[in-house]
Structures are given as C-alpha cells and as structure tokens.
C-alpha cells in the first residue's frame, strides 16, 4: 500500500494567507485534507491594476473574490451619473457578496491600488461548503459580518452627525486592520477622501475639516493618507458618542 500524500500545511496556510480564505481554511477542527480540498478550488489570479472592475452591474455570479493585497470599492452610480460608494473591502474580506441573492451583481467592485486577487468559483464553493460543516459556519459567518457592516453603514448615514460618521469611520477601519493582523493605530488609507466623502454622505469639506479638527485634539496624525491614531480612547468615545448620549436622554424623558 503507497503512503499517503504529505500534505505542506505551511504551504497551504501561505496560499490563502492575508485573506478571509485565512479564516475559512482554518476554522477549528478542519484537518488536513479538508484544508487541501477547498485550497484546490481557489484561482490566484493576475494582478487587478487600479480602477479596474472586479465585475460590473449586472453581471451574473460566478465567483467570490478576495484581494490578497491592495483594496476595493463597491459603488453604484446613479441615473444623474453620480458615483456612491457602497463599502470598501480590504485584504481578507469577501468582494461580490452582493450578487447572493440574485444571482447578479448590484453594483460594481473597482480596484483603489493594483490588487493581487483569489476567485473562488461560487458553485465549487458551495458544493465543498455543503460537505465541510466547519466550513459552512465559517462562510455564513463571514456572510453575517458583511450584512452587519451594510446594516452599521445605513445606521450611520441616518443617524450620525459628521463629526460622529468620521469618527465612526476611522474606528471601523482600525477595527479591520487589527482582525487582519495589520496596525490598528497606523495606517494608510487606501481610498481617496472623495471616496470617504461619497462614502459617508458628506461634502468633500466636511471631511477635511472634520480630519483637520481630530487631528487639532490630539486624536490623530494625519500626513497624506497616512493615518496614526493617537488616542483610540477618545476616537472610540467619539464614534459611539449617540449610543452614549441615549441613556441620558431616556432617562430625562
């Protein structure tokens, strides 16, 4: 009887490393064949150069992607041809999670910085997925957690001030670089302020005062797009400050 295949777990971890394949690779008690299953279906594809499309409006669903490295937008543009970002995706997390219900993509994923991609064909997924339940959590997890950040975002454009949007803005984003494994205190943003404006519902103005008056309270540094964090206490306070301002107002009422 030959031996069994040596599997290279190292390898293997390295193939999907600095994506949400990462955590849908390794999900607790996933062992070493499963890990190789669903590492074989995965395209590494060529690099997305920047303001490339992922996939366009209406295209059908094929495949979910994920950037290695670099970053995405999703946007719609509106019938006056006015751009609205939708969300921004960073290295690790799920693009085209849009076309699930349809089976159609309802906006559009372009690259902000030449951006080294996986495609995962989506049926090939889901046929892997239904055979692997530590898998299949894992994946409507990470479904769950991008329905959670539309659901943050819409909270945030009805309900936010600017200063509290920003805020909230920058928190999210040192939320994201920490589950990553990047710096949650310094990093460079990599979408322009006009995205963060489109992003936020807010003039182009208002973010840079908004920036130029957190960075004036000692909060953050900002050089270009470079962004140290210099208080995450007080950004923390200041992205939450309705939910902390309710209880107070309750209790007048």
Same mark, same amino acid.
């Given at each position: 009887?030959?031996?069994?295949?040596?599997?290279?777990?190292?390898?293997?971890?390295?193939?999907? #490393?600095? !994506?949400?394949?990462?955590?849908?690779?390794?999900?607790?008690?996933?062992?070493?064949?499963?890990?190789?299953?669903?590492?074989?279906?995965? *395209? *590494?594809?060529?690099?997305?150069?920047?303001?490339?499309?992922?996939?366009?409006?209406?295209?059908?669903?094929? #495949?979910?992607?994920?950037? *290695?490295?670099?970053?995405?937008?999703?946007?719609?543009?509106?019938?006056?041809?006015?751009?609205?970002?939708?969300?921004?995706?960073?290295?690790?997390?799920?693009?085209?999670?849009?076309?699930?219900?349809?089976? #159609?993509?309802? !906006?559009?994923?372009?690259? @902000?910085?030449?951006?080294?991609?996986?495609?995962?064909?989506?049926?090939?997924?889901?046929?892997?997925?239904?055979?692997?339940?530590? &898998?299949?959590?894992?994946?409507?997890?990470?479904?769950?957690?991008?329905?959670?950040?539309?659901?943050?975002?819409?909270?945030?454009?009805?309900?936010?001030?600017?200063?509290?949007?920003?805020?909230?803005? &920058?928190?999210?984003?040192?939320?994201?670089?920490?589950?990553?494994?990047?710096?949650?205190?310094?990093?460079?943003?990599?979408?322009?302020?006009? %995205?963060?404006?489109?992003? &936020?519902?807010?003039?182009?103005?208002?973010?840079?005062?908004?920036?130029?008056?957190?960075?004036?309270?000692?909060?953050?540094? =900002? =050089?270009?797009?470079?962004? %140290?964090?210099?208080?995450?206490?007080? @950004? %923390? *306070?200041?992205?939450?400050?309705?939910?902390?301002?309710?209880?107070?107002?309750?209790?007048?009422?």
């Amino acid at each position: 009887m030959s031996e069994a295949p040596v599997l290279d777990l190292a390898s293997l971890r390295r193939g999907c #490393a600095f !994506c949400s394949l990462q955590q849908l690779c390794l999900p607790a008690g996933i062992n070493a064949q499963e890990l190789q299953r669903l590492d074989e279906i995965v *395209r *590494r594809s060529r690099p997305v150069e920047r303001g490339e499309r992922l996939y366009r409006l209406g295209d059908p669903l094929t #495949a979910v992607y994920v950037a *290695r490295d670099g970053a995405f937008k999703t946007i719609s543009i509106s019938e006056e041809g006015e751009e609205q970002v939708l969300g921004f995706h960073l290295p690790g997390e799920l693009i085209g999670l849009d076309a699930l219900g349809a089976g #159609a993509h309802r !906006c559009e994923a372009v690259a @902000l910085a030449t951006s080294n991609v996986c495609e995962v064909p989506f049926n090939q997924l889901a046929s892997v997925a239904a055979q692997l339940p530590s &898998l299949q959590q894992q994946l409507l997890k990470v479904i769950g957690k991008s329905v959670d950040r539309d659901q943050d975002h819409l909270g945030m454009l009805v309900r936010r001030q600017a200063g509290e949007r920003i805020a909230l803005f &920058l928190h999210g984003l040192s939320e994201r670089y920490r589950n990553i494994g990047h710096s949650p205190t310094q990093f460079k943003l990599p979408m322009s302020r006009e %995205d963060i404006a489109r992003y &936020l519902g807010l003039a182009l103005e208002t973010v840079s005062r908004g920036f130029t008056r957190l960075q004036e309270d000692g909060v953050i540094e =900002v =050089v270009g797009r470079r962004i %140290d964090i210099r208080d995450i206490a007080e @950004l %923390d *306070r200041l992205a939450h400050s309705a939910e902390n301002d309710e209880p107070r107002r309750r209790g007048r009422a």
